[in-house]
Nanobody, 117 residues
Framework: QVQLVESGGGLVQPGGSLNLSCVVSGVTFSYHYICWYRQAPGKEREWVGSISDDRGDRRGYVDSVKGRFTISRDNSKNAMYLHMTSLEPEDTAVYYC?????????WGKGTLVTVSS
């Protein structure tokens, strides 16, 4: 059974930083490309960024977070991370990780990030 569990969300002031984690079980983690998404209040879920499988040499980000967010992975811990800096109120959202396997998308339940003074 594939499971993804996000953590690390919270309240942060504009300009601050936050680190999110996504721990995966039920798959050989290093084999899989994995993504971060977010859903702001009243908006559709959007892709934030992705990291390739194995060593994670390839990464991509939505334009709005380029230069501020960094995705990494630690295959020994079955974990993916999202390091967020220079946070803006527009980054307020529930953040989800997603893994695709055998044409099925698996999602975590999300972690809430609120950027507010």
């Amino acid at each position: 059974q594939v499971q993804l569990v996000e953590s690390g969300g919270g309240l942060v002031q504009p300009g601050g930083s936050l680190n999110l984690s996504c721990v995966v079980s039920g798959v050989t983690f290093s084999y899989h490309y994995i993504c971060w998404y977010r859903q702001a209040p009243g908006k559709e879920r959007e892709w934030v960024g992705s990291i390739s499988d194995d060593r994670g040499d390839r990464r991509g980000y939505v334009d709005s977070v380029k230069g501020r967010f960094t995705i990494s992975r630690d295959n020994s811990k079955n974990a993916m991370y999202l390091h967020m800096t220079s946070l803006e109120p527009e980054d307020t959202a529930v953040y989800y990780c997603k893994l695709s396997k055998d044409a099925t998308n698996y999602w975590g339940k999300g972690t809430l990030v609120t950027v507010s003074s």
